[in-house]
């Protein structure tokens, strides 16, 4: 079993759609991130969350909602959508004061906006 | 945002040659790391430097951290084709701040 599962895999939604992607972590992490990947563009930090908090929120439109409700399990509530959201996304985790934590990743959701 | 520049962008050779990708930034990181993405995946850490100068080996690749920290390099050593993927360059800069280069996508051909 993988360490950061994410539901879906595959993702196509209407503009005036609500989804959401779901991501869980079972590496008894207290860290987690949504992250944007897009083609020709670096690695798009989106949100944080520190032990259920969010501590970071990377001028993200409001059109995407995250939700953590304990530190496994982290949401991203997707509503009106653009075509320029298409996209991969990533969810991650890592464990914060445990020296340089590197991010370990789940297979993210490939979203298509039509 | 700390911009990370990867060169190349893109990366065709064939199987059993020698590559080096390029990290470099204007900004200093307390580490670097480096993350390899394969079709339909996550990245997955390869490696970690925190020490200007410092060399790192993992089997057919080196990792080197720059002097000043504000830059990297992965040299691979005859490469074969499951080296092909994205290779991510990702600088930290406080708590919970990693910054990602444009990555360089490798293509070996057996």
């Known amino acids: 079993e993988t360490g950061v599962t994410q539901t879906p895999r595959h993702l196509v939604m209407g503009m005036t759609n609500k989804k959401s992607l779901k991501c869980e972590q079972h590496?008894?992490?207290?860290?987690m991130y949504w992250y944007k990947q897009s083609a020709k563009k670096p690695l798009e930090l989106m949100f944080v969350?520190?032990?259920?908090?969010?501590?970071e929120n990377n001028s993200v439109p409001s059109r995407f909602s995250p939700e953590c409700p304990n530190s496994s399990h982290l949401f991203l509530h997707l509503h009106t959508l653009q075509p320029e959201d298409s996209a991969l996304y990533l969810c991650?985790?890592?464990?914060?004061?445990?020296?340089?934590?590197?991010?370990?990743f789940g297979n993210g959701t490939r979203l298509t906006v039509t | 945002t700390q911009l990370l520049e990867q060169s190349p962008q893109f990366l065709s050779i064939q199987e059993g040659e020698n590559l080096t990708v390029y990290c470099n930034s204007s900004?200093?990181?307390?580490?670097l790391q480096w993350y390899r993405q394969e079709p339909g995946e996550g990245p997955v850490l390869l490696v970690t430097?925190?020490?200007?100068?410092e060399v790192k080996k993992l089997k057919r690749l080196t990792f080197q951290f720059g002097d000043a920290r504000k830059d990297s390099s992965l040299h691979i050593t005859a490469a074969q084709p499951g080296d092909t993927g994205l290779y991510l360059c990702?600088?930290?800069?406080?708590?919970?701040?990693?910054?990602f280069g444009t990555g360089t996508r490798l293509t070996v051909i057996p």
């Open positions: 969350y520190n032990f259920k908090e969010q501590t």
């Open positions: 991650a985790s890592s464990q914060p004061g445990q020296g340089e934590s590197p991010l370990h």
């Open positions: 900004s200093v990181f307390s580490s």
């Open positions: 590496l008894g992490h207290n860290a």
């Open positions: 990702a600088g930290a800069s406080g708590a919970n701040n990693l910054f």
């Open positions: 430097v925190v020490t200007g100068g």
